[in-house]
């Protein structure tokens, strides 16, 4: 089959431009190089690629399609297209990268798979994925966060998983990920340490990007075909950044089309610790074995970040996406609490779908830009369902949105 993976960035020692790299103890950097040296035989092995096309097809149901919100697009005076990623098995677009992992620690002989969570999204991918492959799989999550997002640890569970919180500082990703890298630091020669997102010591961001990078490679294809050309604009949401690199990445040369990434400004941008603005509000620094941007409190340490997207309260982000920044290929802009809110309920009573609190800053930032007069097509990564948020949402924002307790 045809070999999609081959990119330009980043260069051999995983740098995108000045940011990326490998930030990490000695006794990691042979295990990465490792991983890295797997990765390169997996994508070039024609029974690797041909069985991750099969289970992209059979099992998580891709090619997810496009769909062209029409209800949306007439009230907004734009026409709004949405890739339904919220479609996939498992509800969002980490099963992509989850499965892809999965398979390179089996040919690894790797018996266990780690990763820390924040939604559960990445969990109960990882879970799922470790399941079918056949492979032990720990979970650390802040205890915020399990309550917050119960179901999904429930399916952990029923997955086979374990779930193990993080109880330091504000218990939810951050903090997650230090328990999740401690663990891996214990043993990394039976585990891998399976990143939820384009981020990490290189080959993380890379090989993240390339197994979500048929989120783009379809879209451009199906987009053809729907309308005759390629869209206007792009939107995704940027926690680490991975559904927004995995549509990005195939129109990354095409100069007609604007991109757009949605930061959350949670419930503030001029309070520290209320939002996770990173490449609006950050500056370059080194966290969690790589280089980009990232929120420092005074200290210099990583700074507390909020979202009611608990997918999206990461105080740094892929740094494929600082490198874009600072090139100027992609915009990046910010959508609060109360906004993606709003978008929520809009998606879902305009046009039957009920969004990921995540996704729902992806659309709110299309509207954003529908209602200052951009004319031209949006194409949105719709990244994940919102199964999961909806008791949230209603225990937190119901009366405002005409819901009120039945029980
Ligand atoms: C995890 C998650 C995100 C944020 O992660 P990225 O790496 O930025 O894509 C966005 N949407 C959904 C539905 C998620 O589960």
Do not use: W
Not at 120 to 142: K, P, R
């Amino acid at each position: 089959m045809q070999n999609t993976f081959e990119h330009a960035l980043p260069d051999a020692k995983g740098y995108f431009g000045e940011y990326g790299g490998s930030f990490i103890p000695p006794e990691l950097e042979t295990i990465m190089g490792e991983i890295a040296a797997a990765y390169d035989e997996c994508k070039n092995d024609p029974g690797y690629l041909e069985e991750l096309a099969r289970l992209y097809k059979h099992f998580v149901g891709r090619p997810s399609p496009i769909f062209y919100a029409e209800n949306l697009s007439s009230k907004y005076g734009v026409d709004i297209y949405l890739k339904r990623e919220d479609l996939n098995h498992t509800g969002a677009h980490k099963i992509n990268h989850c499965l892809g992992e999965a398979l390179l620690a089996k040919k690894m002989g790797k018996k266990k798979l780690i990763a820390e969570t924040g939604a559960g999204q990445h969990g109960v991918a990882l879970a799922t994925a470790a399941a079918l492959v056949g492979l032990e799989c720990d979970i650390y999550m802040g205890e915020v966060d399990i309550r917050k997002e119960h179901p999904n640890v429930v399916r952990m569970r029923i997955l086979g998983a374990n779930v193990i919180p993080a109880t330091h500082g504000r218990k939810t990703l951050k903090e997650a990920v230090d328990a999740a890298f401690e663990a891996y630091m214990k043993d990394p020669i039976t585990q891998i340490y399976a990143i939820g997102s384009v981020v990490g010591p290189h080959p993380f961001p890379m090989m993240v990007r390339d197994f979500q990078s048929i989120i783009g490679n379809e879209a451009k294809v199906q987009f053809r075909e729907m309308t005759g050309g390629l869209p206007d604009n792009l939107v995704a949401c940027v926690g680490g950044g991975s559904n927004a690199m995995g549509l990005f990445t195939a129109f990354l040369d095409e100069d007609d089309v604007k991109i757009h990434g949605a930061e959350p400004a949670g419930r503030s941008l001029n309070l520290e610790g209320e939002h996770a603005a990173t490449l609006t509000l950050g500056e370059p620094g080194i966290m969690h074995g790589f280089k980009s941007y990232m929120l420092k409190d005074k200290e210099g340490e990583p700074q507390e970040v909020y979202s009611v997207a608990s997918g999206l309260d990461y105080p740094s982000v892929g740094p494929q996406h600082s490198y874009l920044k600072d090139e100027g290929r992609v915009n990046y802009g910010t959508i609060g609490d109360d906004e993606a809110i709003d978008a929520f309920f809009e998606l879902s009573r305009l046009e039957g779908i009920i969004p990921a609190i995540e996704s729902a800053h992806a659309v709110a930032y299309a509207l954003k830009l529908a209602k200052q007069g951009e004319k031209g097509s949006i194409l949105i990564n719709l990244s994940g369902r919102g199964d999961k948020d909806i008791d949230f949402v209603v225990e937190q924002y119901g009366a405002k949105y005409g819901i009120e307790s039945l029980v």
